[in-house]
């Protein structure tokens, strides 16, 4: 049975190689699942560009702020829009905070390097003096738990790196929309590219982070340190939230002690393209409030198809998470390929056996997820 | 007035019966006409009824066969009239929730009212004979809407059901003929007979077989084994007057009869029949316990709550007599609402095995509002304060325990165990991931569930405010137990 399992899987292994060779994606290229990528990319597009905001919206105005009661409400504080917020009619922002504090949990080489340095520390010192400069109770906590702001600080410096990534990949999946009304993106290929151009494009964008306070606008994270788009936003960020995540509460048991949930992050699979999507609408799955966000925005052709199912829009946030998750195999796919060390079509030997090693990898991990089971 | 309540379902099920109407839109809409007049019926007879009244009321008297002492003699009292609602609100219940394309639809609305007729006849008849009649009359009807519209063994638990409650009736007879023999009275009127001055002997040998009948219809442990092949077999809406109404019968005549004519032989075979209550509570949640189809989970339940009734019955105190007919209306409305959603469980699923089932309150995929309202048919049954369940058992086992300790401890371990066996069922069926051969199950809509709600209501109703019922029975249960 071992044997016949590890042949089959060796058989995959090289299928998937072979394809993604010949330009295909991760994703099975058929026109329902183009439909079904587009569309929920797009209303994904539309949802990411408000959480980027209020990512950012938070790391530039509610930084050392212990209660940031209003940190949803961008800035607009008025009884009206007081009421929408105990209402909760409004975008599900603490999803974005989700997927950052995954993303700040798991790390991000670059990023991490320079936040636990002593200039990030100096910069945090002179940021937290001239906020708390007429606080002496928070001078003298500080001191007391001096750990506590600067972690604090790091924590910002995430939500302005992911607040400024995502504002790249909603721009980006908007686009991808846009060409598809035009009739330019015909099939999942052509959606694998469209994203990999648009990292490419981007690739060395600088991620930088300013607060001002007073008068005095202080680089928390500088240009000149280097952290781009990339290498220290896009990658951290596949890997934390399309990989390795976190367990969800009562979709796994939380016996850490019996090796249930490995003991390195790194061996962590809860993330996107792992996820169940059948527990989508329970209480404590994160990604519900996404599936609840993007709902609003389907575009008609794709709630069309979805309103043909048994359910219609009974089970629509589950829907909308399959052709997620489906749409997130198409980044995965521009990911693996932007960071292969050849072009995959190559033809030379040596560089055709690098690939090979490198795809090899990937895929290890990703027989784990959804893909096979996505793709039927 | 009473007679209407009687009349309107059997000339209904005689219309319905011979109207010519292949699709059966015409009869479920006469089915329902008739159980909505019914209904109103009793409200009317509600708005009226004097609480404070020991005697039938709008009584009424037809002389029939008499060199047989039979009469058409009816009337309604705070013991029949909470039991003569819950048939007509669970009539039309039952019609409301059967499937609108079900085969040969004259003859199962027309068996479904006739069905009625029968309950309502035995709860309203102050004649003991008429009371046999009706008492019998209800078992053809449910003989054939179990051996026709039932499962896959209809066949034999349609037979055993039959077997048993004919046996049933017979005994009945037997206790109600012996009495008018030995007491040398001329009628059977329940009021003349209740006069008789048998001796203790004599009424130990008539209460025996009232008893042994009316434990093979309640069913109390060791008469029970019909039961869980009836509701098993049975359809759902079927299920919920079986258990809903039917049962009650039994005790119904365990009460009036039972405790009504023979008091002094009932006060001497009291301690034995709370010990057979208590063992009987155990040995159904024990079954209920090792049950894997839904259906016989409850319908083990059934006979452990109605074993509650017997230990009440058993006690003859005012408060747990009061009671056991507030555990009547509890059960029929808990185990009507239990078998309902069990019902949209096979419907949806095609399956009731416990280890089938799982995850269903899945939000999105799964059934989350049946789900729901099972959790809190399973609150009520197990008791839970602020519902119907709470009160009758509390009053049962607070009424019972002065005189019977050990069987109420019995009970109350029973009742305990109530929540071991649903539990184990919730957390099967509902709770966990929803099993991949489920995950495209069709919705239900909200109108499959407006019986379960309205029942859910009235247990909620009544067990915030259980004096709407008490009221009712606790002027009955003190004549019963004067002799008044």
Redesign the interface.
Known sequence: MTATFKTNKVQLTQDYIERLEAGQALLNDTPQNLVEVIGVLKSYGIVLDAYSVNLCYIANTQFLKLFPFFKYFNGDINPKSFVKNVWHDRINYEYAEYCMKSMFWHGSAGMDAYLDSDEFTDIVEEVVSAKFKFNPLMLGLHKVFKDFLPEHMRQMSYYSGLGQFWRVMSDMFLTLSDRYDQGEIKDIPDVVQHILDGLVADAAKPITYSVKVGQKTYDIIPESKGITFLMDTGVPYVEAIFFRGTPFPGTISYNAQAYQIPYDQGMFSYGALYADPLPIGSAGIPPTLLMQDMRHFIPDYLMDIYRQDNRGEGDLRIKICQSFQKSMFCVTTAAVKGLAPHALDTTDPEEKAANHKYLKAWLKRLFASQMVKVNG | MLSALILIPLVGSAVVGFYPDSKGKISRNLAFFCAIAVLLINLYIGWNFDTENTGFQFAEYIPWVEWLGLDYNLGIDGLSFPLVCLNSLLTLIAIFVTDKNISRPRFYYSMLLLLSAGAVGAFLAKDLLLFFLFYELEIIPLYFLIAIWGGKRRGYAAMKFLLYTAFSGILVLASFLGLAWLSGANSFAYETLKLHDLSLTSQLLLLAPLIVGVFIKIPIFPFHTWLPDAHVEAPTPISVLLAGVLLKLGTYALLRFGLGLYLHAWVEVAPWMAILAGISALYGASCAIAQKDMKKVVAYSSIAHMAYILLGASATTRLSVTACVFQMVSHGLISALLFLLVGVVYKKTGTRDVDSLR?LL????GLPVTGGLMILGVMASSGLPGMVGFISEFLIFRGAFPIFPIPTLLCLVGTGLTAVYFLLVINKVFFG??TDNL?????VKWVEHVPAFALLFLIIAFGLQPNWVIDLSEVQAIALLTGG
């Open positions: 995850g899945n939000p999105e995929k991931r929803l995950d495209s199950l069709p919705s």
